[in-house]
């Protein structure tokens, strides 16, 4: 954020990457890392290229390559010493909190004369080479600075970065230098983005002193932890939900470890699909809703969990579009509100190769009348494969 890596990153890291990775390195691969500390590239490329190099070669090369970099080529982002100088003067308590190691973030601190700014400084090293998109390093910022992390603003211009921040619980804002924010759907994870550091510090902190966000918070299930927003358009409880993970986590082991594909039907946030799709490495969703504000806290969730490769969410539309005629499913999950289409809705999907259908009623009295009548209409479907609860 501090220093325009961007440009200078996108040449020399990519060639360097490339050359490690047998010329398969793409561009997606290179804004993929970015905010990510070292200890995490060299994983994913031990994962997905099956790198030979020891961990130990491997920071040395590209030790090599960042020294260059940080002490000849990056510069500072325009605007810098302004917000810097801005935030010092209302006397606010300021953080840097980088996936650099701290030999380059003193590199940086020192060549610029920074480091009057900075009351912490934290690197990726300090948290065990936790990097972003882990929330780890902001709350240990957090706690250092002695505040609550809703008391926190970040200023972040990777997507793993806004979405650590997210994660944390604490006020994001995207710098968006030069289109930095490859993936501009990352910008809707945060809650204001510029391109300008002076109309940052001039909108944000000629106003605010104390940005909260109550409406997102971290979920610990069986010790997974998924984050979620909350919105008050969108149902925020979960009892039925919870009694569904709990018969779910029992029966998907029984599936085996074959690919499964599994449809959500009323999402609502996306509770149930992100809950499955972290404790489960072999199943991807669709997870659709006819509430629009439903579909957009639902796709931001799946961002917030970097889940966008595993949760394909639909909608708002006609529930019987959102289904392609070609599509098949190993299991059906289905919450009907008190709506006319949902007996018909039901049918057709029990009709359906999908072995296991469960479905629970949150519609009072109509919604049992409906399950009821589903029971009855379609006893050959579902009796023989499914689960029906109420």
């Not at 990153?9 to 070292?38: P, Y």
């Not at 600075?145 to 970065?161: A, F, H, T, Y």
Request: charged share 25%.
């Amino acid at each position: 954020v501090l220093i325009n890596t961007e440009s200078v990153l996108n040449e020399d890291e990519f060639v360097f990457l490339n050359k490690l990775t047998q010329n398969t390195w793409t561009k997606k691969d290179q804004r993929n890392i970015r905010g990510m500390s070292l200890e995490g590239v060299y994983r994913l490329l031990q994962q997905l290229f099956d790198l030979k190099l020891s961990k130990k070669a491997f920071l040395d090369k590209y030790d090599q390559l960042l020294n260059k970099i940080y002490r000849d080529r990056v510069q500072l982002n325009p605007g810098v010493l302004h917000i810097l100088n801005d935030i010092h003067q209302k006397k606010l308590k300021i953080a840097l909190a980088s996936s650099t190691s701290h030999k380059f973030i003193n590199v940086i601190l020192k060549r610029f004369n920074l480091n009057q700014y900075f009351k912490i400084v934290l690197s990726a090293d300090d948290i065990r080479g936790k990097g972003k998109p882990d929330p780890a390093i902001f709350f240990e910022t957090a706690r250092k600075l002695d505040v609550r992390p809703n008391e926190c603003v970040v200023i972040e211009d990777s997507k793993n970065g806004i979405i650590a921040a997210k994660k944390a619980g604490m006020f994001c804002i995207a710098y968006d230098q030069d289109g930095s924010i490859e993936q501009y759907k990352y910008n809707s994870l945060a809650d204001y983005s510029s391109k300008d550091f002076e109309e940052i510090s001039k909108s944000i902190f000629g106003k605010l002193s104390c940005p909260t966000n109550p409406l997102n918070y971290p979920v610990k299930i069986n010790q997974d932890n998924i984050y979620l927003f909350l919105s008050d358009y969108v149902n925020k409880s979960d009892y039925y939900s919870d009694f569904l993970l709990s018969e779910l986590y029992k029966l998907i082991p029984k599936l085996g470890d074959k690919p499964l594909r599994l449809l959500e039907i009323g999402t609502g946030r996306g509770y149930l699909s992100i809950a499955l799709a972290t404790r489960f490495n072999n199943i991807k969703v669709i997870a659709s809703d006819i509430d629009p504000h439903s579909i957009a806290l639902a796709h931001t969730n799946v961002l917030l969990n970097n889940l966008e490769n595993r949760i394909k969410v639909r909608g708002p539309a006609n529930l019987f579009g959102m289904i392609e005629s070609n599509e098949k499913f190993d299991l059906i999950l289905t919450a009907p509100p008190q709506m006319p289409t949902t007996q018909k809705i039901l049918l057709k999907l029990a009709r359906s190769t999908a072995p296991y259908h469960i479905t629970t009623s949150v519609g009072g009295k109509d919604g049992q009348r409906i399950i009821r009548k589903l029971i009855t209409k379609a006893p050959s479907f579902l009796k023989p494969r499914g689960i029906l609860a109420f």
